[in-house]
């Protein structure tokens, strides 16, 4: 709601602010009213019979009785503590007995009222959940998560509601709109496949609660490891972003035979097969080779005596790590959040998403270069720098230009003339910067999901057309 010297402009202003995928900080609560100035804060652990005091300083810190201040909450809990990870959102209370994560809850419902449903937001696409629509979304799954049943979706369902059908710069956005509601993805959305299934629970109020931090004191490098609300997490292509990694796994028993073992490797075209005692116990693998060897030695050998060693990872293990276990192994073990064994990554599965990666570079590479020799055909030297580089401190060169520099080249009316296309200049320029935004999420490694079809296809495209008419 908004005040009498509000204006509409401003409290859309604010709203967007609050709404649009920005983390809500004690200095927002303070801003609002919703804080005071040197309001007290107490920190009450019942399980343990102690409680901390705090308090909130004039730039939106909280201030420990010990002096130390910290802009996070959580940070400010586990200093408080000692030890332990905490959400410090659902730690901290004011005098009446609210969490901060009330207080925050209610200044998020005020910006949701002042939003207006029907502003797009900006640069994402119009398919995209309005501010509003996202935040009443977000609240009503963290109702669901309070009372035990978290929602299901899968992870393209989720991105869905940002207007988006992968992940890259828009990562960083959902992650704050889920801290603002206290929820957190289980497994984490930006390390499993497209098409995998997470669910939206609640951010773990207090965890490893009586465990000390590798008996280190809280110092600021204990504090550096922790994931805070204030800061992105830097996400590169991980071992469950593979479809496989958490497609389920077949397996047997220790106790199985040879002829249950070769004839499920046969019927499903395996080359292994993991040997587990239980969806943690993890026993090893059996193979053609090793089942081979196994017999060779003894023709009445058991199934227990061709199992060898395999390893395994967790789903959330950077990819790059385990290419040399991959060339070694032919074959890795994924195990999910909860540390069952839930897929298998081979060497076939890597190469085939290095290689749709390396396609899309090819695409593009031939988009830079085609564009490049259009303008460099069609203009001088000097007209593009004139537009481009006034001060000629950057491009002394058509080969020095970027795609921002070929657009700006090519929406301009009196050059787009001189080039003589039969085509419209706003269409073009419009399919251009769709292709420029595709182009900077794969080239800066923004995303480790391959391109829709669909963002493949504009490329294709745009590359025939200027096969035709660049020529």
């Known amino acids: 709601m908004t005040d009498s010297t509000t204006s509409p402009a401003e409290a859309q202003s604010r709203a967007r602010f609050l709404l649009d995928g920005r983390r809500v900080t004690i200095a927002d609560l303070l801003g609002s009213g919703l804080l005071q100035e040197e309001e007290r804060l107490r920190f009450v652990r019942p399980r343990v019979g102690e409680s901390h005091e705090a308090a909130v300083t004039s730039r939106g810190w909280i201030r420990l009785s010990?002096?130390?201040?910290?802009?996070?909450?959580?940070k400010a809990a586990m200093v408080a503590v000692g030890n332990g990870t905490f959400d410090g959102w659902e730690a901290w209370q004011v005098e009446d007995g609210r969490y901060l994560t009330q207080l925050r809850q209610e200044l998020l419902d005020r910006a949701?009222?002042?939003?207006?449903p029907t502003a797009p937001e900006k640069e994402q696409p119009q398919t995209s959940l309005s501010?509003?629509?996202?935040?009443?979304?977000?609240?009503?799954?963290?109702?669901?998560?309070?009372?035990?049943?978290?929602?299901?979706?899968?992870?393209?369902?989720?991105?869905?509601?940002?207007?988006?059908?992968?992940?890259?710069?828009?990562?960083?956005?959902?992650?704050?709109?889920?801290?603002?509601?206290?929820?957190?993805?289980?497994p984490e959305f930006d390390k499993v496949s497209l098409t995998a299934t997470v669910q939206l629970v609640k951010a773990a109020e207090e965890q490893a609660e009586d465990m000390p931090l590798a008996g280190l004191p809280v110092t600021a490098a204990a504090l550096a490891g922790v994931s805070e609300e204030l800061g992105s997490r830097e996400t590169g292509l991980t071992v469950g972003t593979l479809p496989s990694a958490l497609a389920g796994i077949v397996s047997v028993k220790p106790t199985a035979t040879f002829e249950e073992a070769i004839t499920l490797m046969v019927l499903h075209d395996f080359s292994q097969l993991p040997v587990l005692a239980g969806p943690h116990n993890l026993r090893g693998s059996v193979s053609w080779k090793s089942i081979a060897r196994a017999r060779h030695a003894d023709p009445g050998a058991h199934l227990s005596q061709a199992i060898v060693d395999a390893r395994?990872?967790?789903?959330?293990?950077?990819?790059?790590?385990?290419?040399?276990?991959l060339a070694e192994n032919d074959f890795v073990l994924i195990r999910d959040q909860h540390n069952a064994i839930a897929g298998i990554v081979t060497a076939a599965d890597v190469a085939q998403?290095?290689?749709?990666?390396?396609?899309?570079?090819?695409?593009?590479?031939?988009?830079?270069?085609?564009?490049?020799?259009?303008?460099?055909g069609a203009f001088t030297l000097p007209e593009v720098t004139s537009l481009c580089d006034p001060a000629c401190e950057r491009i002394s060169s058509f080969g020095d230009m970027t795609v921002g520099d070929y657009q700006r080249v090519l929406e301009n009316p009196g050059l787009w003339e001189q080039l003589g296309w039969p085509l419209d200049r706003k269409v073009f320029i419009a399919r251009l910067e769709e292709i420029r935004r595709i182009r900077n999420n794969v080239m800066h490694f923004n995303s480790s999901d391959p391109l829709p079809k669909s963002d493949v296809d504009k490329i294709r495209h745009l590359n025939k057309l200027l096969r035709e008419y660049g020529e």
């Open 112 to 116: 949701a009222e002042e939003a207006d």
């Open 312 to 325: 395994d990872v967790r789903y959330d293990h950077d990819l790059i790590d385990v290419l040399p276990t």
């Open 353 to 376: 998403a290095y290689g749709q990666l390396a396609g899309h570079f090819l695409l593009i590479g031939e988009m830079d270069r085609r564009l490049r020799q259009v303008i460099a």
């Open 131 to 186: 501010p509003r629509d996202r935040h009443a979304r977000l609240k009503e799954a963290r109702e669901s998560a309070e009372a035990g049943r978290p929602l299901s979706l899968s992870v393209l369902e989720l991105l869905a509601w940002w207007g988006v059908t992968g992940r890259g710069v828009v990562n960083d956005q959902i992650q704050a709109d889920l801290a603002n509601h206290s929820l957190i993805t289980s």
């Open 66 to 74: 010990d002096g130390e201040e910290f802009r996070s909450p959580s």
